[in-house]
Each structure stands twice: as structure tokens, then as C-alpha cells.
T-cell receptor, first 117, second 114 residues
Framework: AQKVTQAQTEISVVEKEDVTLDCVYETRDTTYYLFWYKQPPSGELVFLIRRNSFDEQNEISGRYSWNFQKSTSSFNFTITASQVVDSAVYFCALDTYSGAGSYQLTFGKGTKLSVIP | DGGITQSPKYLFRKEGQNVTLSCEQNLNHDAMYWYRQDPGQGLRLIYYSQIVNDFQKGDIAEGYSVSREKKESFPLTVTSAQKNPTAFYLC?????????????FGPGTRLTVL
């Protein structure tokens, strides 16, 4: 069965600190996609990244970076020099086959990040 | 601007009443989704639709109903059969339901049943 575990329920950091959000997944598929979304206090989920299982290169986008390790089934997310605007709930998700050629998302329970000024 | 709109942002209803949540998108996406989010929980899929006049149950469809008469619209009705309807409801859309199709989300509707 598909499963996504975000073991960190809540994290608090002081502004400018680096922080890593963990994501561990379980899948029987040999090919799959992983996602990260950000949910600010306003409620809307904002897409951050999609990564396929073929590409194990780390990705960097500004202060954000992602470390995908297939050997440990992890797709961790690091924010460098955190800012107050980074305060949000972050969700990791895994694509799941739902039949008839279509795929859905299995979400982790999220990690609430609070950046303290 | 292209995007997904959900209305209303907050909704209060009395127990036993049906209520319909609106979701509209102008992204020209074929697929649309409804999720439920409870405090401290991830998102759980209620229903999804791959194309007009077609929809499929998700993981927690009991007590909910949907329709897809237009490509742009995917309303969700929370019926009186839903035992615990108070939650945050998120609508999403994507070009299709292939694994490369990223889902984009609306701002959500917070439903409180009194």
C-alpha cells in the first residue's frame, strides 16, 4: 500500500536558521512521483515541486532544496535561512494508481513549520 | 487571472441540512478533485472527475455527492448522511489524471455544522 510519513508534526525555528522537513514514503511501484506542497495560514495549497523516481539529483530553487534518496525512500525538504513567510504547513505526497490509467495523490499528515522572528 | 475559486470561504449549517460547496476553475483543466482536511491530518480524497459527466469515488465518498455538468465546475454536496461534516474542504484541478499532471488547489471552504 502507498504511504507517506511525515514524522515531524511541528517544528519551530528562529529566523535565518536552516530547517529540514522529513518525508518517508512506501510504494511497490518502480516508477513514481513525489510532491511537496505548502499550505500557508490562508489555507490554499501551493505546489512546490514534483520529482520522478528516475531522477535522484538534488534540486535547488532559491532557499529551497530537496534531497531525494531512493535507497532510504526519503524525499526531504530543506529551507535555508528561514524567514517568517515560510511559516506554513508543508505536505509531502506520493502518486498512487487508482485504476483506468489514472493516478491520485496520497498525502502525508503534514509538518507545521513556525519561523520565529 | 487563471485559477480555482471556491465559495464561500466560511459556511455554517445546522445539523441535518444538506449544503453545496462551489468550485470553479478557468485553467481549462479536464480533471477536478475534492479533498477533506481535518486538523492535524493530511488531505483525503472524496471524489474526482476526469471529464465532464463522469466522476469517481475517492477514499471517503460516503455522505457526499458531486456533479460535473460543465468542465469549469465541480460542486460538492455534503449530505445529512455525512456523520462528521465539519472540516476544511479543498478543491483541486489538473490537466488530466496521469502521474505527470500536477494538481493545483483552490483557497478552500471551511464548513462548520452546528
Amino acid at each position: 500500500a502507498q504511504k507517506v510519513t511525515q514524522a515531524q508534526t511541528e517544528i519551530s525555528v528562529v529566523e535565518k536558521e536552516d530547517v529540514t522537513l522529513d518525508c518517508v514514503y512506501e510504494t511497490r511501484d518502480t516508477t513514481y512521483y513525489l510532491f511537496w506542497y505548502k499550505q500557508p495560514p490562508s489555507g490554499e495549497l501551493v505546489f512546490l515541486i514534483r520529482r520522478n523516481s528516475f531522477d535522484e539529483q538534488n534540486e535547488i530553487s532559491g532557499r529551497y532544496s530537496w534531497n531525494f534518496q531512493k535507497s532510504t525512500s526519503s524525499f526531504n525538504f530543506t529551507i535555508t535561512a528561514s524567514q517568517v513567510v515560510d511559516s506554513a504547513v508543508y505536505f509531502c505526497a506520493l502518486d498512487t494508481y487508482s485504476g483506468a490509467g489514472s493516478y491520485q495523490l496520497t498525502f502525508g499528515k503534514g509538518t507545521k513549520l513556525s519561523v520565529i522572528p | 487571472d487563471g485559477g480555482i475559486t471556491q465559495s464561500p470561504k466560511y459556511l455554517f449549517r445546522k445539523e441535518g441540512q444538506n449544503v453545496t460547496l462551489s468550485c470553479e476553475q478557468n485553467l481549462n483543466h479536464d480533471a477536478m478533485y475534492w479533498y477533506r482536511q481535518d486538523p492535524g491530518q493530511g488531505l483525503r480524497l472524496i471524489y474526482y472527475s476526469q471529464i465532464v459527466n463522469d466522476f469517481q469515488k475517492g477514499d471517503i465518498a460516503e455522505g457526499y455527492s458531486v456533479s460535473r455538468e460543465k468542465k469549469e465546475s465541480f460542486p460538492l454536496t455534503v449530505t445529512s448522511a455525512q456523520k462528521n461534516p465539519t472540516a476544511f474542504y479543498l478543491c483541486a484541478s489538473s490537466f488530466g489524471t496521469m502521474r505527470t499532471d500536477t494538481q493545483y488547489f483552490g483557497p478552500g471552504t471551511r464548513l462548520t455544522v452546528l
